[in-house]
C-alpha cells in the first residue's frame, strides 16, 4: 500500500466542506474495512494510504466535488531522519558513600524534566541509573548513564555518560556541572 499526499487549492469554505465530506465518508469506510487509511493532514492536504485503484476512485469523486482550484497528487514515504548524537562524559568523585551519592543524583534529576528509566544495582557497591532528559528551549532530548562505583570507604565515583542531539547533550553537561559545584566533589 503506497501512502499519497493530496494537496488541493481551494477557492471558499463552501468548496472545503465538500472535501472535508469525501474525506471522513472514506475515513470511515475504510475504517470498517480495515483495510487503508484517508486522513486529513491540513485543511487542503490529505493523506491517503490506499493501493493505486482506490485513490483513483476516491480522486475522481474528489475531482466531482471540487469547482475551482487545482488538485495535485504525490507519492510520498516515510523518511526517518535521526539529528547526529554528541555523546558528553563526565567523571565525578563524592565524598560520600554509594547511597548517599545515589540518593544526591536522584534529587539533581528530579529538578530537571527526567525519567529514571532503570537503576540495577550489580554488587553492593556497584550501580548503574538510566535517565531520560528533556531539555527545555527545544534543545531535545539525552540519556544519560552513571556509573557509580565506591571505590573505598567513603568515596564514590560517578561516570556519568549524556548522549544526545549536540546541544542538548553540551547544555545539559554544563547545568550538571552547575549543579554539582554547590556540592564536595572533584569533577573531571
Same mark, same amino acid.
Given at each position: ?19 472535508r465530506y469525501v474525506i471522513d465518508k472514506w475515513r470511515e469506510e475504510y475504517k470498517r474495512k480495515r ?36 488538485? !495535485? ?7 526517518? $531522519?535521526?539529528? *547526529?548524537?554528541?555523546? +558528553?562524559?563526565? %567523571? ?58 565506591? !571505590? ?7 561516570? $556519568?555518560?549524556? *548522549?544526545?542531539?549536540? +546541544?542538548?547533550? %553540551? ?18
Amino acid at each position: 500500500m503506497t501512502t499519497h499526499i493530496i494537496v488541493m487549492d481551494s477557492a471558499d469554505d463552501t468548496e472545503k466542506k465538500r472535501v472535508r465530506y469525501v474525506i471522513d465518508k472514506w475515513r470511515e469506510e475504510y475504517k470498517r474495512k480495515r483495510k487503508g487509511k484517508i486522513g486529513e493532514v491540513k485543511a487542503i492536504v490529505v493523506k491517503a494510504d490506499l493501493d493505486e485503484g482506490e485513490v483513483s476512485d476516491f480522486l475522481e469523486e474528489l475531482y466531482s466535488k471540487v469547482s475551482a482550484g487545482s488538485v !495535485e497528487t504525490y507519492k510520498a514515504e516515510i523518511e526517518r $531522519i535521526e539529528p *547526529e548524537k554528541r555523546v +558528553e562524559s563526565l %567523571k565525578v568523585t563524592f565524598k560520600d558513600d554509594l547511597k548517599s551519592v545515589e540518593k544526591l543524583i536522584s534529587f539533581i534529576f528530579s529538578k530537571k524534566n527526567t525519567i529514571l528509566r532503570e537503576h540495577r544495582y550489580l554488587r553492593d557497591n556497584f550501580s548503574e541509573m538510566e535517565y531520560g532528559v528533556y531539555m527545555r528551549k527545544g534543545k531535545g532530548g539525552v540519556n544519560v548513564k552513571i556509573v557509580l562505583r565506591e !571505590e573505598q570507604v567513603g568515596e564514590t565515583t560517578a561516570d $556519568i555518560r549524556l *548522549e544526545g542531539a549536540e +546541544e542538548a547533550s %553540551k547544555s545539559l553537561k554544563d547545568e550538571l556541572i552547575e549543579d554539582l559545584s554547590y556540592f564536595n566533589v572533584k569533577v573531571e
